[in-house]
């Protein structure tokens, strides 16, 4: 066993290094990357019947699922696991881990905390990446894999199944971001942790730090929230429209 670890780790895909940089080209490629990915899958989709876009949906959920699970256990495996950083609690761990249940039913209520999740969320993390590790290390392909996956799965959902968020789903998801705000300042008074950036700012360079820093820059992400969801309302009710002239 400790043979084949170590066999793994001198492989490229785990030796350190500090190759990415923000707006360096890995970041802008990547960015690049995902998009045209995004928009030839979403293109190819809108052309197929239902089972085939329901498959499509399925499997994206599942990629994106498995970029979490995988690593973590192979973090666990390989090591160093270390509880306080490498659970899959951040928020945009656990939204891939619950993709593939929505992938399964649809529901509009989920759909309606999803989106503002992850357009207002993981965007963020696209623009400014908490990351120093470059291609080809596994940490760099779960990175993206996660973070665009993400993107790439709700506007899938918006698009393919025209699925709009209304005013009422910016209170929902602002409702029940609130509650695992909550739920992970439990868990990171317990393990000493800093889920959810809720102790302190992340290590590289974010939005957050235009906002000062603890407590203040959690106050300013809720106040902002609200006004910041409408927003993004705004431009799907827009799309929408959009697409109805299309149709028309």
Known sequence: MDRQCGEIMDTAFFQPNTDFSFLG????????FFLFAGMVLIRYARGRDKPTQNRLFFYLAW??????IVWTLLK?????????????LHLCNFLALILPVF??????????ILV????????????????SEGFPHVNFF????????LVVFIIYATLIYD???TVKSIFKSFGAIQIYFIAMIVVNAFLGSNYLFISRKPDHASLLDAFGDWPYYILAEELIMLPYFYVIYLLLKRSSRVRSKELA
């Open 25 to 32: 080209i890995q970041h802008v490629l990547v960015v690049l």
């Open 63 to 68: 990629l994106v699922s498995l970029s979490i």
């Open 76 to 88: 666990w495996w390989i090591g160093p696991f270390d509880i306080k950083e490498d659970l899959p």
């Open 103 to 112: 992938a399964i039913y649809r529901r509009f209520w989920m759909y309606e």
């Open 116 to 131: 503002f999740w992850i357009l207002a969320g993981t965007t963020q993390a696209i623009l400014t990446p908490d990351l």
């Open 142 to 149: 779960k990175y993206w894999l996660e973070h665009a996956g």
């Open 163 to 165: 699925m709009r968020p």
